[in-house]
């Protein structure tokens, strides 16, 4: 029977066919509620975002640190290379004593130090930014609504400590390693007179003289 079968349904529930109002109501979201509810994914997007935007600097800076070091190696021992064999030659046949020769060569490190950290860092910011712009990580930090200022913020930071670090080294530590350089130039000279003799080339270093050292 139609009736029967009208009550026959449990108070409060909808009937087939028909939506409840306050159903409706229910399950369409109002103004400024998340779809997701309050546990939903509509929170987790800016967790996401923040904690993307946390991470970046340090990544961008380890991905820097590896060429720095490595262009710092590679410059530092392409100017070394100009005087190693200079230093080998006063050990071998000037009779220089090693302890002396090695001591010139650390004092000759704060000329290279001043000109190899800026060429490191050159060469760490070409190599990281050409990596990153060749696997389109870029592309996906400004796709992701990351600003690519934000991306240069972190190397220029460290670029602007490192430049305070040189200006600092430069203005006291460089002076005097070349200082104590010259220095143990000159006491080696009087150690070792032979030293300065060289073959084919007019010596003056003596007062009063001018010496010619023939083969």
Request: glycine fraction near 10%.
């Amino acid at each position: 029977r139609a009736g029967s079968a009208s009550q026959s349904w449990i108070p409060g529930a909808a009937r087939p066919g028909s939506v409840s109002q306050e159903g409706d109501r229910n399950s369409r979201p109002g103004s400024g509620q998340s779809i997701g509810g309050h546990g939903g994914a509509g929170r987790a997007v800016p967790k996401v975002v923040c904690l993307t935007v946390r991470i970046l600097p340090s990544y961008i800076l380890r991905q820097h640190l590896v060429p720095f070091l490595l262009g710092f190696g590679v410059v530092t021992f392409v100017f070394e290379m100009d005087v190693l064999f200079d230093y080998l030659d006063l050990v071998i046949n000037r009779g220089v004593p090693a302890p002396a020769v090695l001591q010139l060569f650390l004092l000759s490190l704060g000329f290279v130090i001043a000109l190899s950290v800026p060429c490191a860092v050159l060469i760490s910011t070409l190599m990281t930014f050409g990596r990153l712009s060749q696997d389109n990580e870029i592309t996906a930090l400004r796709a992701s609504g990351v600003h690519l200022f934000r991306a240069m913020l972190p190397p220029l930071a460290a670029a602007g400590l490192l430049a305070v670090s040189l200006i600092l080294f430069n203005n006291y530590v460089y002076p005097d390693a070349n200082h104590a350089f010259a220095s143990l130039l000159v006491d080696i000279g009087r150690m070792r007179p032979t030293v300065k003799l060289q073959e084919g080339v007019f010596i003056s270093d003596f007062p009063g003289y001018q010496l010619l050292v023939q083969s």
